[in-house]
């Protein structure tokens, strides 16, 4: 019988669940130090379990394990999605073209703070990481439905903030 012990069984269970780990708690965090964390975290408790975790509940166990860490930090610290770091970008466009954008930019970042934690990690996840509502489900431990719903919401909430969404 396989065990999560076994180091092939780990790195299984890593490569395929690490990257859409990280997404998931980064679009909760908005913080990608505080998301590696959380995830370094949820692998270095697999590990330290591993006897009492089966392979095929390791993935559940990761979700619950960095969402906790989450929700203990943002419990902490009261981390918000809007304290993220923004990133610059050089770029050889016109003064009224870059004004726009950041403009643009800045409204689709406040109406996104401004939906709730699970409509907004719903349409990140989609979106963004083009997961399909039953992953995204699973990951939440909800129903389709439920996504379904949230990603009505967040884009109805969208549209009525944002032109061209």
């Known amino acids: 019988m ?20 990280y997404n998931y708690i980064y679009y909760k965090f908005g ?18 379990n591993c006897q009492k975790v089966a392979p095929e509940k390791a ?4 979700y619950t ?5 989450y929700l203990n ?10 304290y993220a770091t ?3 970008d050089v770029s050889h466009e016109s003064p009224e073209f870059l004004m726009e954008e950041k403009e643009y930019q800045q409204k689709l970042d406040d109406a996104l703070n401004a ?17 399909k509502y039953a992953e995204i489900a699973e990951m939440e431990g909800v129903s389709v439905k439920a996504i379904e719903k949230r990603m009505h ?11 061209g969404i």
């Open 2 to 21: 396989e065990n999560v012990c076994e180091d092939e069984v780990y790195s299984t269970i890593y490569n395929a669940n690490s990257k859409t780990l």
């Open 31 to 48: 913080n990608a130090e505080k998301a590696n964390d959380a995830i370094q975290e949820a692998f270095i408790k697999l590990w330290e």
């Open 59 to 62: 993935k559940s166990f990761l």
């Open 65 to 69: 394990v960095a969402n906790n860490t």
């Open 73 to 82: 930090v943002l419990k902490a610290e009261k981390v918000r999605l809007k």
């Open 86 to 88: 923004n990133q610059k």
């Open 115 to 131: 939906l709730p934690e699970n409509q907004r990690t719903t349409f990140l996840l989609n979106r963004i990481d083009g997961k």
């Open 153 to 163: 919401l967040a884009l109805k909430e969208l549209r009525s903030k944002i032109d």
